[in-house]
């Protein structure tokens, strides 16, 4: 769980976020990418489902969506909780959409 802000800066919300720096890439800070419970019909290409068979330890409170599009750099520090680790197999997943979301050729 952690404190990530509204893009307009005008609060925030404690949220879950998935890790997905690298363990080499600062040693105080981390980039997440949101997660959240409300599971739209039809995802897009930077969401991506992440099920309790997804969690290496398979448990999840429900069905929820990683919001690849949604990235926050924040202190280690700031991190309230840790409630889990996806496995290999779905982060290679959330890993692919990043660089979709960063090699696109759509305007943006």
């Known amino acids: ?4 802000p509204f893009t307009d800066l ?3 919300k404690r949220r879950p976020a998935l ?18 419970s409300r599971v739209p019909e039809r995802l ?3 969401e991506v489902l992440l099920a309790p068979s ?18 926050f750099t924040t202190h280690r520090s ?13 982060l290679v ?3 692919g959409r990043l660089q979709v979301l ?4 759509e305007a943006r």
């Open 54 to 71: 997804d969690m290496v330890e398979e448990e999840l409170p429900r069905k929820s969506v990683v919001k690849v599009g949604k990235l």
């Open 93 to 95: 997943e959330v890993l």
């Open 10 to 12: 005008t609060g925030r």
């Open 19 to 36: 890790v997905v720096s690298p363990e080499n890439f600062h040693e105080e800070d981390m980039i997440l990418c949101a997660i959240t």
């Open 1 to 4: 769980m952690v404190a990530f």
């Open 78 to 90: 700031l991190i309230a909780a840790r409630f889990g680790a996806v496995n290999e197999e779905k």
């Open 44 to 46: 897009s290409e930077l």
């Open 102 to 105: 960063f090699a696109g050729n």
